[in-house]
């Protein structure tokens, strides 16, 4: 079950003969996935991608000192409310996972298993030189490196930590990416 | 932990990503009803072995590093790592840098504070008092920008001194700041001392007696929650702290509630101190003449010998001990943190309450979690 | 008390195992104590010599001279002293009494010593990894001869 759900799963092309077994005289059979393929692309798609730039909920959880920082741009005065970017605590609620710190070995279950939890479409983002190169625990004997091949990562903050202004500019690339679907997220890319 | 359970018992995990926890650790709760039979805590979700990296760095390349095992403490965090280089290395700082260095490391007890403060309030509940402190929050980080360069992790202490001057019209910022939290503080105190539900949730909630807090080692304000006046700055006088006149914040209670108005009080003793080390600060140069090494140079061979310094953080007894082996880098550090203790007293003190009160008692030790793991 | 009567009680309280007593400065004593008698040391402090609160515990990996020190720094909330005892282990078989039974949190700072150096404490109530996660136990990161520090799989290093 977790291994279906991440994000390569829907990036495979959906099993056809299964259809045209199961197709009955006069009647269209579809599967959600493939109203999802021919939505991709169409303007309804665009309509769609509005509507989730414009409310890109995240998941609030403080690893690190960036985790700090994502609280302070979570609420007043920095406030992201107003993009329509709401903290939210349960991964089941939330569009956005943001990698705020150092991934430990101990720690990188559990963020897979967040990052399943959590369901599509939806966009992880690094915070943070930790979660990009390591920071300055590159060399640590716990920690996972190199965590851009493991999650499908679109936007990378670089600072240690960012500014909670750095992290809303993040949030804003990411919109745009979305606006003109080179996210990775949605699974434009083939 | 038993994890056997029987029949009408529950385990729970709570964590290692839970809203309620200001960072990765689990804590698996064994409930019979709604009341705590037994817990367990699990950490080193974010452990870094900063220890053992902190050995590879010569000694001013660890000051960026002993920044990050608390990210809410950073300058107390450097002060007890280059007080402990000082007093290997037989260097005396001068005046101006020490009264520099109180100021910063009170301006950061304070920020620290606000923020337990704030995220306390946002665990039981009272999602709109966590925006108060925060927006005050902000301010205190705009007076240790404009000082040391960054909000959080600022690598500004250096060993003999400090690396730059109180930038100009940091006086008159900090007064506008302090007048701001001052009035904050008041209105707040109002807020929720007045408010029925909070005292239901927080009275007599999660008690420690001194002499429990004493046998499991907690330090900070949860010991002084419990009327024992222990303060590092008050025991054994660090910096300018004997010149400066500050009393240590008790309460008696030693319940959640006191936890938070010890924390209060120690913010207002704070502004306290601020206010006299501005008035009495001396002028005069950073650094100290005799400075056996340049201050800039990468490489500092300090002599052969071992130290234990230590320093009050904002959450307790801050000590590192440093081993030296006359080379170019330390041969062995231990950081002793306060956390480390205080989240070795959780599952005793959560034991018979009720799930509920668990978020308000873990969250009001204010656990940086990072610095116990480290 | 002061840091005088302080070791000359320890001196004539235990005379064969404890060692190399001193005062390094105003406010820290060390001492060297004999491995197999730490707990009667540590017990006689606390209840005696009003030591009632223990910073902090560590180990120590002096690899020159194939020892493992263990260091306990005790301290106490009424008088601002610190001292400093230490206990020699064989590097190959480091094994001590474990002081749980004395000071309370102790338990978490024997744990992390023996995840992080292999310190085995004998009466243990909890002896298992604490932060490090179970495929690293074993390999003992802290000593001086662990090998995969640095790590060197980090490649998006500028």
Redesign the interface.
Known sequence: MAEELTSQSYEQPAPKEQAQEESIPGVITTTSREINEFLKKTKIQDILNWGRKNSLWFMSQPMGCCGVELIVAGVAPMDTDRFGIIPRNSPRQADVMIISGYVTRKYFPALKRLWDQMPSPKWVFCVGDCSISGGPFYESYSTVQNIDEIFPIDVFVPGCPPRPEAIIQGFVEIQKKIETKKDRGSGYEG | MDTNIGPDEMLIHMGPHHIAQPGPFRLNVKLKGETVQDSDVEMGFIHKGIEKILESKTYLQGIPVVDRACYLAALTNEEAFVGCVEKLAGIEPTERSQYIRVIVEELSRIQSHLLGYGEYTEFIGFMTMFFYPMTVREKILDLLEMTTGARITHSYLRFGGVRDDLPEGFEAKCKEAFALLRRGLEEWGELMKSDTIYRERTVGVGVLTPDTAKEMGVTGPPLRATGVDFDIRKDEPYLVYDDLDFKVCTETAGDVYARIWVRVAEIYESMYIIEQALDQMPSGPLFPENLPYDRRAPVMRVPEGEVFHRVEDPRGEMGMYMVSDGSDKPYRVKIRGPVFPTMQAMPPLIKDSQLADVVAIVGSLDPCVSEADR | MEAEKIIDSLNAKFPDTISDSQIESE??ISAYAEAGSIVEICRYLKDELQF?????E?A??LILKDEIEV?Y?L?S?GQ?L?L?LKARLPRNNPEIESITSV???A???EREAYE?FGVQYRNHPNLR?????D??LG?W??RKD?E???????????
């Open positions: 406010k820290r009632d609160h223990l910073s902090s560590t120590v990996d260091v720094h301290s909330f601002p610190v400093k000071y309370w949190d338990n978490w700072y992080l990894n604490l932060v490090l996660p495929e690293l390999d990161p802290l662990y995969d520090f640095p790590q060197k799989t980090a490649k998006n290093l500028v």
